[in-house]
């Protein structure tokens, strides 16, 4: 309970008195927020230091990670002979080495046809009859006319050797026997040439007349190929055509003899580009071989070139860089993991981005390429992994 009391000043310098009720209420508020505020500060100190220290560490981490960061990634590449081996491919196709269109050497109408398409035919075979009625007639006139001059030739030979005839009787009786006697193989040969006969053996392509219909001398009646081995056709372009001198081997392959590949032998190439600015180039099938590729079939055919220059080396165009008017690469050392500048003699830079040195390198030096111009002698530095030849792009 409340209550007011007089204070008074005693003896003793002490104050006596009554309290007011409302006084006691304010004192013991005024304590408590002095408690409170004591402990706010104490709080607050606490809370700095915990924020001072975060701070600390987080700076530290950062320092960390940039000294990390210090050790570049960088791109290498092998130095290789220059030289070596190189080949172009391109695509071809094989046709046969003798395609042939069969015609007759005398006109008329056709009797028979004995083959079909497809046929396999032998050398010698009788593909094909023109109705011989005509060259049978004239044959036996020719016969009967040469037998008569035959006989009178010999008569007067004779009359001759006993001095009866003049010589020139006689020239006259020699030389109509050999021309009777030409005229009669002309129209045993017309009689033969009736019957058209296969060159080689090979297979019919094509039927170009039936039985019935008539043909004049040389037009083609039958289209054939010859078993023997095939031959391959194929485009190259002029920057091919003028190294023509560096071929040195040559085979082909096909999608449907999956491993196996066909040696060629070069037979010619044309000396004038076509339409498309390409060159024409045929090769010979050299193995013998059932499965051989077939007239028609496409195929990739493979130049190899010849080795030039084995003292020099490549390296992409891009490892190289100049310094104070001299050009140089970074050499990767494995053992310290760090790069250092080596001067090179610059040949040539090759339309494939590759660059061609005389000195400096050595088959098997592993050289930066890329980011060669932020990099310092000495520098360590880590090696990019080299991307799967699946992962399209580095995107795995």
């Known amino acids: 309970m409340l209550y007011n009391k007089t204070i008074k000043k005693g003896n003793n310098g002490q104050y006596t008195g009554f309290i007011n009720k409302y006084s006691v209420v304010i004192v013991a508020y005024l304590c408590v927020m ?5 402990k706010i500060n104490e709080l607050n100190m606490k809370k700095s230091l915990v ?19 210090v050790v570049r990634n960088v791109k290498v590449d092998t130095v290789t002979v220059y ?8 695509p071809g196709k094989v046709i046969a080495s003798s395609d042939i269109n069969l015609a007759f050497r005398v006109g008329g109408p056709i009797s028979k046809v004995y083959v079909g398409v497809g046929s396999y035919v032998r050398k010698g075979q009788v593909l094909a009859e023109i109705d011989s009625r005509d060259y049978e007639v004239q044959l036996a006139a020719t016969e009967a ?22 010589p020139n009787d006689y020239d006259k009786a020699r030389f109509g026997y050999k021309q009777i006697e030409s005229k009669l193989n002309a129209h045993r040969n017309a009689l033969k040439d009736t019957k058209l006969i296969a060159p080689s053996d090979g297979y019919v392509q094509k039927r170009l007349f039936e039985p019935g219909e008539t043909v004049g001398a040389g037009m083609p009646v039958i289209s054939m190929i010859n078993t023997g081995l095939g031959e391959v056709e194929i485009n190259i372009p002029s920057s091919d055509y003028i190294r023509r001198e560096s071929f040195d081997s040559y085979y082909c392959t096909v999608d449907i003899y999956s491993g196996k ?41 493979t130049i190899n070139y010849k080795p030039e220059d084995s003292n020099m080396v490549v390296v992409p165009n891009v490892a190289v860089f100049n310094a104070d008017n001299i050009n140089k690469v970074w050499v990767y050392n494995k053992e310290n993991e760090t790069v250092s500048a080596k001067s090179v ?24 390429s890329a980011g060669v111009h932020s990099l310092k002698e000495g520098e360590k530095v880590k090696l990019l992994p080299n991307t799967s030849s699946t992962n399209i792009g580095g995107m795995l």
Do not use: H, W
Not at 51 to 69: E, N, R, S
Not at 345 to 368: H, P
């Open 34 to 38: 002095k408690m409170l505020y004591k």
């Open 51 to 69: 924020l001072m220290l975060a701070v600390f560490l987080l700076v530290g981490c950062k320092d960390a990670k940039q000294d990390k960061a």
């Open 83 to 90: 030289g070596e081996v190189s080949s172009s491919t391109f």
């Open 145 to 166: 006319e040469y037998n008569r001059i035959k006989n009178e030739a010999e008569r007067i030979a004779k009359l001759y050797e006993k001095g009866t005839v003049t």
């Open 261 to 301: 590949t066909f040696n060629l032998e070069p037979i010619g190439i044309t000396r004038k580009a076509n339409a498309n600015q390409l060159y024409t180039m045929r090769f010979r099938l050299k193995d013998e071989n059932k499965e051989m590729p077939g007239p028609g079939m496409s195929v990739m055919v």
């Open 345 to 368: 003699e610059l040949v040539n830079i090759l339309s494939n981005g590759m660059a061609v040195i005389s000195s400096g390198l050595t088959v098997g030096d592993v050289v930066v």
